[in-house]
């Protein structure tokens, strides 16, 4: 029984979030959330328009239509 919580603690251990290893978002797509917009895979929905690319280019970078 004592193995149990020596097989849990090192399981805790191992499965933990470590700040040394996160993945760090391409230059694009930290530049277009910074001005307020989002990224999309296909087309922006309706009152959006595509201003520029994120994930290197994978994805469309979607701000809002001024004036509407």
Do not use: W
Request: with cysteine; hydrophobic share 40%; glycine share 8%.
């Amino acid at each position: 029984m004592k193995v149990l919580y020596l097989l849990l603690a090192v399981l805790f251990f191992l499965f933990q979030a470590s700040s040394g290893f996160v993945d760090v978002a391409p230059a694009d797509t930290i530049a277009c959330r910074n001005q307020g917009n989002f990224c999309r895979l296909r087309t922006c929905p309706p009152t959006f328009e595509g201003t520029g690319t994120c994930h290197n280019g994978a994805l469309l970078c979607c701000s809002k239509v001024p004036g509407s």
